[in-house]
């Protein structure tokens, strides 16, 4: 237990040391860009050298009086979308409701970026404790990595904490008359969305487009019709004139006045307009439900001793009080009684599809992102018509 409890104050010395010098790099970086001293580069570069030979250096140093009895750290890698309701309802009600039953406190290390980039830098080394990212391919690079060792999918949900579906924003006042996905082919629209190679909204964006290609071809004859669904998502895609590295990244480019129309999660729109922009957007007819997965990373818990934490965690984020914060945020509870209270918020599109009607992850990985995929082969197509 001691050997425990000095590992871990440890890793609070240390993190502290971390944000110390990531502070002076920035004040340092800021002073040297607003003096535009380019001959200063080298030092910059040796200054952070030498920042990050201090914090290695840190993590053998220094003592701390904390124990493992009334202190303990989670680490969460998020994708970028759901930062605001974790940081400002769901961490801060679990670290209440962990200290009132243990007796301890838990301090949160956070990172959220895009829910690709997030997996392979968990999957590179980074320890998250806990894995909550936008599709399940970004979870099952973790199990064949070998960090994820149980079945996340025995869970209660089958292991997903939100869902959403995609959606259409644009300018306050429709001015270009969007209605439906065709209206996005048009030589007068410009759209955003981000990159499906390193976005996992963009991966939900593209299957939206091509399901619902499929979706409508379907309702009107009674069959899918690929060769339809493959142009239609080309013809959007040849509208698309930025492609961010990340879903939130897509949303501030577009809050920046670049666009016409914005692929994005209802849920980020929903988020804008809490906080009081005007920020109006359509839920197409057809478009896809998507399912956001967290799980705990086995390997890194083990080794971290924090297992019964994180696993409260996963429960605690799937109970009726967590998925209620999640809908105040724009997302739709996976908890069906939660979801009846906020029914009113959360309109069910009369033709919604879900990764299931395009075969899985498996088969939309291979057919629409691989080397011979859809979207790849149209990325190659397009790259020629320039």
Known sequence: MARISKIMDKKVDKTLKLYYHMVMIVIRLEYLLRQKMKKNVTLLLLFIFISVALIDCSGDQGSSTKDEDTYIILTLGAYTVPKEAYQKEIIPAFQKMWKAKTGQDVQFQESYMASGAQSRTIAAGFEADIAALSLEQDIKRLEDKGLITHNWKNKKYNGFVTRS?????????????????????????????????????????????????????????????????????????RRVKVMDKSGRASVTTFE?????????????????????????????????????????????????????????????????????????????????????????????PPLLFDIHYLGGWEKVTRDIYGPEGTWSQIIQELAHEY
Not at 173 to 180: A, D, F, H, L, M
Request: hydrophobic share 40%; charged share 25%; proline share 6%.
């Open 165 to 237: 579906v995609v959606v259409m924003a644009f300018r306050p006042g429709n001015p270009r008359q969007v209605k439906e996905w065709e209206d996005l082919t048009s030589d007068t629209i410009d759209v955003i969305y981000p990159s499906p190679k390193t976005s996992g909204g963009a991966m939900w964006f593209v299957n939206a487009l091509y399901g619902a290609g499929l979706k409508t071809t379907e309702q009107k004859s009674g069959q899918k019709d690929p060769a339809y669904a493959r142009m239609l998502l080309k013809r959007i895609q």
């Open 256 to 348: 920046n006045g670049f666009g016409d129309v914005l692929l994005t999660y209802e849920n980020e729109a929903l988020l804008r307009q809490k906080q009081g922009k005007e920020f109006p957007f359509i839920i197409p007819d057809a478009t896809i439900l998507i399912e956001n997965p967290i799980a705990i990373v086995d390997k890194n818990v083990d080794k971290h001793g924090n297992r019964e934490a994180a696993e409260a965690f996963i429960d605690f984020v799937l109970s009726s009080g967590a998925q209620r914060s999640f809908a105040r945020y724009g997302f739709r509870p996976v908890d069906d009684e939660v979801l009846k209270e906020f029914e009113s918020q959360y309109p069910v």
